[in-house]
């Protein structure tokens, strides 16, 4: 039986993750129903959501390329609801080199830390 509770993604956490996937993102809004057809919709992919309260439901990321998403939901897994949200997949970080590797456990000593896709 499809759901007729309407309900409303206002917030998202966190906004971003890497384009690999797995970031457990919390949507928040109202009225969200304890349904077992609960899905969300990124980048085109389907994922199983995770039903917190009325106010809160969970979503893990699907594997992406770097872009800026809106975010789908449904509760019944027929009728997707958009929201104006936008989730950014961003490249992972990578670690070139760091200067000294070893330091001792209590010390101010500065590290610096070489690498791309830092934010």
């Not at 966190?14 to 457990?24: F, H, K, S, Y």
């Not at 390329?65 to 509760?75: D, G, K, P």
């Not at 997707?80 to 000294?100: F, V």
């Amino acid at each position: 039986m499809a759901s007729s509770l309407v309900y409303n993604v206002v917030g998202l956490n966190p906004t971003a993750g890497i384009v690999e996937g797995g970031t457990l993102v919390e949507m928040y809004g109202k009225s969200f129903g304890d349904e077992t057809a609960l899905h969300c919709r990124l980048a085109g992919k389907n994922v199983r959501g995770r039903w917190v309260d009325e106010h809160h439901i969970l979503c893990d990321t699907p594997v992406n390329i770097a872009s800026n998403l809106s975010i789908f939901t449904t509760m019944n897994g027929q009728q997707y609801e958009s929201s104006s949200l936008k989730y950014q997949y961003r490249p992972s970080i990578q670690l070139n080199t760091s200067n000294p590797n070893n330091v001792p456990v209590i010390d101010n000593t500065v590290i610096s830390i070489h690498g791309s896709n830092f934010v």
